[in-house]
């Protein structure tokens, strides 16, 4: 096959698959569904939780927020183009299908862990073992046991928790990086 007939091809099967996806959600995730207004309130009740953000620090905490955000959407689009995590209901076939818990949920809750173990001198490490537990534990169990996510070709919640840990780890180490370039001289809140 050339290069030219591959292309052709994978637009016409990536056509196909968009119909496909679009026919689902039609069916089995539109607006007269309650799993869609469930994955629209996930999507938008975090985002009140900003309201108590540390106004002083927003830029910094926006940071970390989006780094989250950023890492843990790439990661799932891996994920899920790869059929390893399967989100069943989604806001719109246009958008990635973990739209609401990596844009808001994550986001949302590891920001806040973030300004209140900064503000407390609490270890960030420990709470976010705690939160990510907490997140893939309780949340995930509950998402999939009403069949909003699924698990294929080995992966499981642990996998999904090392994810988030790392996730959360690493947008921290790049915050605090970015706050030692800026401000050379002071010392880590």
Known sequence: MSYREYWVEIQEKREELNSLISSYWSGY???GTWEFW???SLLVLPLFLLYFIDRKRIFELFCFGYTVHLLWTYIDLILENQNYLIHTRFLTPLLPF???VTTSLLPVGFLLLY???TNHKKNFYVYTVILSAIFV???MSLEKGIG???FER???QFYVLIIDISIAY???WFVIGIKRFIHPNTKER
């Open 29 to 31: 995730s539109n607006l």
């Open 38 to 40: 469930l994955v629209l």
């Open 98 to 100: 973990a739209l609401t």
């Open 115 to 117: 300004q209140y173990c």
């Open 137 to 139: 534990y309780v949340f």
């Open 148 to 150: 909003l996510v699924e």
């Open 154 to 156: 080995g992966m499981n």
């Open 170 to 172: 690493i947008s921290y």
